[in-house]
Each structure stands twice: as structure tokens, then as C-alpha cells.
């Protein structure tokens, strides 16, 4: 069993910060990429940032430049630093992962999500 737990939502100001953490864990024998997406009220869910094992990033246009994906492998963890947030990145962020298990299998998992609300 793995899961994953966000944590740091909540509520801020336009042009304010905030930074999203994700912790991973059970039978977790290796982590391949792991990401944030996020999605708004009736919209799809979309990718904001991920991140390889070796630190290799890749941004969504709406976020690049503002937002910084960092992980630590030594203790399953990923971050999400939001700078300059704007109303329209309002949203329910959820973390994913690419875990192998110890029963040698690759799976994708997903954390329950944590609100972002933007207010202008």
C-alpha cells in the first residue's frame, strides 16, 4: 500500500506564496517522477510540474517562472513552491507519483489533494 498526503493549501492574496509538500510512503521501493497537477472547479485535472529522479523539471506555460517543483529522495518528499499565485491558479492540487512496490511492480498514484484558493 502507498500513499500520498499533501499538505500547505489554503487561502492568499493575490501575488502572495505558498508552498505545497507531498509525503510518499508504504511499500515504496523506488520513486520515479513525481508531479503536481492540479484542477479547478469544471475544468480537467492538468499538470502544473514534475520532477525525475535526477532533478530533471518540466513546467506548465501558465506557471513557469513562478512556481518551483523540488524533491527529496531521501525521504519520498516533494515540494511545490507557488510565488506570485494569481486568481486562476485556484484550484485542488494533487501530488502524483511513479512508485515501484515490493512486489516489483511500477504503479501510479495520486494524493487526495489539497485546495488553493486565490482571492484578487
Known amino acids: 500500500q502507498v500513499r500520498l498526503?499533501?499538505?500547505?493549501g489554503g487561502l492568499v492574496q493575490a501575488g502572495g506564496s505558498l508552498r505545497l509538500s507531498c509525503a510518499a510512503s508504504g511499500s515504496i521501493v523506488s520513486l520515479n517522477d513525481m508531479g503536481w497537477y492540479r484542477q479547478a472547479h469544471g475544468k480537467q485535472r492538468e499538470l502544473v510540474a514534475a520532477i525525475s529522479p535526477g532533478g530533471t523539471t518540466n513546467y506548465a506555460v501558465a506557471v513557469k517562472g513562478r512556481f518551483i517543483i523540488?524533491?527529496?529522495?531521501?525521504?519520498n518528499m516533494v515540494y511545490l513552491h507557488m510565488l506570485n499565485l494569481k486568481?486562476?491558479?485556484t484550484a485542488v492540487y494533487y501530488c502524483n507519483a511513479d512508485v515501484l512496490t515490493y512486489n516489483s511492480t511500477w504503479n501510479n498514484y495520486w494524493g487526495r489533494g489539497t485546495p488553493v484558493t486565490v482571492s484578487s
Open 5 to 8: 498526503v499533501e499538505l500547505g
Open 70 to 75: 523540488a524533491r527529496n529522495n531521501g525521504n
Open 87 to 89: 486568481p486562476e491558479d
